[in-house]
């Protein structure tokens, strides 16, 4: 007889760890993204962030051999694209648990600070991209398509959490692309 492993059961012992101390679940249900039927936003979740550090697709994990045991496309994409969830809230709330728990591991004497990062998003090859724009990289000195990203982060000199972020497109309506 097969036994019908759990969700759990599929993702990797050390991102059970991970996700239990940083205590992932909590801080989704405080910003409101839970599901009433079918894959756990936890589980969901935590397949997604794996895939990021395993260079994989969700083409390529479909149509591995493990691909029936995983959700399909379409429950990821709709559980990343809710308009109904706080994700800004979720990743405020982790990083303000984050910086207290690693408040108590330095000294007093460390000088902490919050830094607010204007990068480019670079989009080149993109053609069809909502509010895509041209932007101008002033560290390269020209124009490319993208958007400008606004992070806000804490840092404590060796370490940097990210707080919140923003993805910016131009103003002028002659700038945008598409």
Same mark, same amino acid.
């Given at each position: 007889m097969i036994e019908q492993k759990g969700?759990?059961?599929?993702?990797?012992?050390?991102?059970?760890?991970?996700?239990?101390?940083?205590?992932?679940?909590?801080h989704l249900r405080q910003a409101g993204i839970c599901k009433s039927n079918g894959f756990s936003c936890l589980y969901l979740f935590q397949?997604?962030?794996? +895939?990021?550090?395993?260079?994989?697709?969700?083409? %390529?994990? *479909?149509? !591995?051999? &493990?691909g029936k045991l995983f959700p399909g496309k379409d429950a990821i994409y709709r559980f990343l694209n809710s308009p109904h969830y706080g994700w800004r809230k979720f990743?405020?709330? +982790?990083?303000?648990?984050?910086?207290?728990?690693? %408040?108590? *591991?330095? !000294?007093? &004497?460390?000088?902490?600070?919050?830094?607010?990062?204007?990068?480019?998003?670079?989009r080149n090859r993109s053609k069809c991209v909502e509010l895509l724009a041209r932007v101008h990289d002033h560290a390269a000195g020209q124009f490319v398509r993208g958007f400008?990203?606004?992070?806000?982060?804490?840092s404590d000199g060796h370490s940097f959490l990210p707080i919140d972020f923003s993805l910016l497109s131009s103003q002028k309506v002659t700038n945008r692309i598409g």
């Open positions: 969700q759990v059961d599929q993702l990797p012992k050390d991102i059970r760890g991970a996700f239990s101390e940083l205590k992932i679940g909590k397949v997604a962030f794996l +895939l990021i550090f395993r260079h994989q697709t969700w083409h %390529k994990l *479909l149509q !591995s051999s &493990k990743l405020s709330s +982790l990083s303000a648990e984050r910086i207290s728990a690693m %408040k108590r *591991l330095t !000294s007093d &004497k460390r000088v902490c600070c919050f830094i607010v990062d204007d990068s480019i998003f670079s400008r990203m606004l992070t806000l982060g804490w």
